[in-house]
Nanobody, 125 residues
Framework: RKELVQSGGGSVPPGGSLPLSCHAFGYTTDSRSLGWIRQAPGKEREVVAAIYTATGSYYYSKSVEGRFTVSQDNGKNMVFLQMNSLKPEDTGMYYC??????????????????WGQGTQVTVSS
């Protein structure tokens, strides 16, 4: 049974940092994209970062490029999102999501099949 379990998140002032983690259980293929998807208040869901498990290639949305870093562990079961220089507009629910049977990072939230439980990130002074 496939499952994504998230940890991390919380509240920080602008300019702060937060790490997010996602543990992927039950996946038997490395041909998968793990994405970090943000749901900000009043906005559409956005894939802010993604990593392709087999190769480690990655993608960042323009809104976070240069501030966020996505990575995976050597066992390819953990995915991390290090968020630095956080801004109030980074506030939202963050979901770890996965889709298998693909050959690159997936950049559209609707294409992800499996989702973690979500974690709230609040950036406020």
């Amino acid at each position: 049974r496939k499952e994504l379990v998230q940890s991390g998140g919380g509240s920080v002032p602008p300019g702060g940092s937060l790490p997010l983690s996602c543990h992927a259980f039950g996946y038997t293929t490395d041909s998968r994209s793990l994405g970090w998807i943000r749901q900000a208040p009043g906005k559409e869901r956005e894939v802010v970062a993604a990593i392709y498990t087999a190769t480690g290639s990655y993608y960042y949305s323009k809104s976070v490029e240069g501030r966020f870093t996505v990575s995976q562990d050597n066992g390819k079961n953990m995915v991390f999102l290090q968020m630095n220089s956080l801004k109030p507009e980074d506030t939202g629910m963050y979901y770890c999501a996965a889709v298998t049977g693909v050959w690159w990072t997936v950049r559209a939230p609707i294409e992800y099949d499996d989702w973690g439980q979500g974690t709230q990130v609040t950036v406020s002074s």
